[in-house]
């Protein structure tokens, strides 16, 4: 059930590479949205107030640079200072009891820098002096100040709209606005819709003149700008989420159709088809995977062959046996004077050789498993090949086998005497079954390095060296017709392979066409008796 689930959960890739692709055009239109419509503002406040600051200290410099200020000079960088960061310039010249305009540059947008009273120049001055010589100050056009007329450098009472019409009407005379006021004036002098930045700064002349200069810049009316913004911002909007999704299709068209193309072949793979193929060009990564899937047929392929062949060869093997059993059980059954000690080893031989292959099998399969375990002790490695040679001897004189075996030395080695006689006799089975009509084993004994060296070489026909890496597996043919073993179980070598890997002792093959094979294996040397 869980699994269910997760499958009507998941979606194919190409959907999926869709959907990154437009949530992430999603996002970039989400993330423009933001700018234009929360932040813009507020980056736009920034960057007059730092063009107004700059103007600021630019003008300043040029004042306080000069002994005898030279106002024309000073004109000249205020006019183009204006022009290029929108801002209204005023310079006053200041004494004990006089303030008087020396010039004024109005940028086009127009500012509260010509109708400015005297009154409110001092209370900016004095503000101004209180700061450390600069204040910055922000004002809504459509509010207002009045001062009192007997005492200005009172406190400015603030007041809107409202409060001003209601103030004026009422002729409250000891007030005057600090700011003009025209009846019928236009709505953008209304509260809140025109937003201005004013800064002062008091600056003295090398000669030791005192000067204030001003400096205004208009916010410029954002809502207006903002509702612009949307409009285009609408349109930008469904147009990048078109393209988007155009673009989206095409890539994820593109980087699924290698991925669901390997998909298929791996099912045609799974089904048993190994002859598919796997092709993933143009990503490096898909390309790799389909090299890996198609070593994987090629292997799998192969490894289905070998099954296939291990199958009917053991089936071979065991049916032949079984099939001597029965037939001389049935001949002993039916004539009484068939029952005879030679047929009755027969039964006896054949049986033996069947239980000897299905315990090879099962040796074979503990030891490809991993769960076989070593005995380890120390034993004489000479004296157990001279035991196993003796044996075999004995086994194979009546076929005229001849096998040799003269050792200099007595070797000692720490290893499982058991499975180590395993590897020795089954390279011994080797030799005899594969001697043809030589009929002749060489033992040899070797020490090298610390290591003890046992080479067992048959005069056969040899193996063609393309197929020495192969002969390690389970019933691998070297020709293609299988024929029974004169004796073993036609897995020896696989033993012999998995037993020394156990040991991780070294082993091998020396052959050539018409020249015989040698088979060896080392272990490390314990002691050594001469």
Known sequence: MNQMKRKKKQRPIHSKLFIAFMSFAVLLIVALWVFHSVLLEFFYKQIKTQNLKSTASAIAATVESSSSVDMELVKSTANDLAIKNEVSITVIATSDELFYRVFSVLSEQGNMLDSMTPYAMLEIYNEALDNGGETLQHYQRGSYSVVSKHDPSARPKRMDDSEFNQ?????????????????????????????????????????????????????????????????????????????????????????????TDINQSAKKLAAGNYETSFSGDGYLEVSQLSDTLNFTAKEL?????????????ISHDMRTPLTMIIGYAEVMRDLPDENTPENVQVIIDEATRLTNLVNDMLDLSNLQSGTASLDVSEFNITALTKEIVDRMRKLNEKDG?????????????????????QVIYNFLINSVNYSDGSRKVLVCQKTVSGKVRFEFTDFGKGIPKEKLPSIWDRY???????????????????????????????????????????????????????
């Open 401 to 421: 086998f001849v096998f040799e075996f003269e050792p200099a030395k007595e070797v000692f080695v720490n290893a499982d005497a058991i499975k180590i006689s």
């Open 301 to 313: 392929k192969e490894a289905d062959n070998v099954k296939r062949e291990l199958i009917a060869n």
């Open 167 to 259: 103030w004026a009407n009422n002729e409250h005379d000891e007030y005057f606005p600090k700011h003009s006021f025209k009846p019928g004036a236009p709505s953008f002098f209304k509260l809140g819709i025109t937003q201005e930045l004013l800064l002062a700064k008091v600056v003295t002349s090398a000669d030791g003149n005192e000067y204030l200069l001003f400096f205004d810049s208009v916010i410029t009316p954002m809502h207006s700008t903002v509702k612009t913004l949307k409009s285009q911002l609408i349109f930008q909007s469904i147009l990048i989420l078109a393209i988007a999704a155009i673009i989206a299709q095409i890539l994820s068209d593109k980087i699924s159709k290698p991925i």
């Open 476 to 530: 691998y043919k070297i020709d293609n017709t299988h024929k029974r073993a004169q004796s073993g179980s036609g897995i020896g070598l696989s033993i012999v392979k998995s037993v020394l890997e156990l040991h991780k002792a070294n082993y091998g093959v020396i052959s050539d066409v018409n020249s015989g094979s040698t088979f060896w294996f080392e272990l490390p040397v314990s002691k050594t008796v001469k």
